[in-house]
């Protein structure tokens, strides 16, 4: 079955610093990847998403995401963190036989040090 | 654009009741829409797929008859938790599909709903 992966449940930046969260995904085609981010008690905003073309995307709030096959990843980049970044940030993943269906990774919570 | 609005935002229900979640699509026509359940600190587990005029498809595991779902127009989908008990307790969030099944214009999430059953 299809899976994705976040293995850092949690990490913690100084404000300014870069930051790179981690996905994979197990899918043999081209999936359909997200980056969603979830502040407490919300709901999920988009932050940026790959259907196909450029592997490196370009988001919202400053995000990017690259999208490499080889090593079946989709990894969240920011150059630098602002405290209002400090969320949880959830991989998703759509295709094959989950068509039409989010399935997301674990979440990574980010925690923001001034 | 693509606005879901989810309501209410967060209920409180004695154990035994009813409760109905709506969830709309406000600038656009859903055709699709999905239901998700979220424990504390976990990720989102799918429920089930809503397509407007037909049957809701759950996913294994679901009980179909505790999760009643309606999806009577193209722009609301209602989720109603029957016979609620303590462990239906969760922050359940909607989502719909921009493009019908069609994967190219993504999808938008409702603000969630926060249900504690007492």
């Known amino acids: 079955a299809q899976s994705v992966t976040q293995p850092d449940i949690h990490i913690t930046v100084s404000e300014g610093a870069s930051l790179e969260l981690r996905c994979n995904y197990s899918y043999g085609a081209t999936p359909y990847l997200f980056w969603y981010v979830q502040s407490p008690g919300q709901g999920l905003q988009l932050l940026l998403k790959y259907f196909s073309g450029d592997t490196l995307v370009q988001g919202i709030k400053g995000f990017e995401a690259e999208f490499k096959r080889s090593q079946s990843s989709f990894n969240l980049r920011k150059p630098s963190v602002h405290w209002s970044d400090a969320a949880e940030y959830f991989c998703a993943y759509a295709g094959g036989t989950s068509y039409g269906k989010l399935t997301f990774g674990q979440g990574t919570i980010l925690t923001v040090h001034p | 654009g693509a606005v879901v609005s989810q309501h209410p935002s967060w209920v409180i229900c004695k154990s035994g009741t009813s409760v109905k979640i709506e969830c709309r699509s406000l600038?656009?026509?859903?055709?699709?829409m999905f239901w998700y359940r979220q424990f504390p600190k976990q990720s989102l587990m799918l429920m089930a797929t809503s397509n407007e005029g037909s049957k809701a498809t759950y996913e294994q595991g679901v009980e179909k008859d505790k999760f009643l779902i309606n999806h009577a127009s193209l722009t609301l989908s209602t989720l109603t938790v029957t016979s609620a008990h303590p462990e239906d307790s969760s922050f359940y969030i909607c989502?719909?599909?921009?493009?019908?099944?069609?994967?190219?214009?993504?999808?938008?999430f409702g603000s969630g709903t926060r249900l504690t059953v007492v």
């Open positions: 989502s719909a599909s921009l493009g019908g099944q069609g994967l190219g214009y993504g999808y938008t």
């Open positions: 600038d656009f026509q859903a055709t699709t």
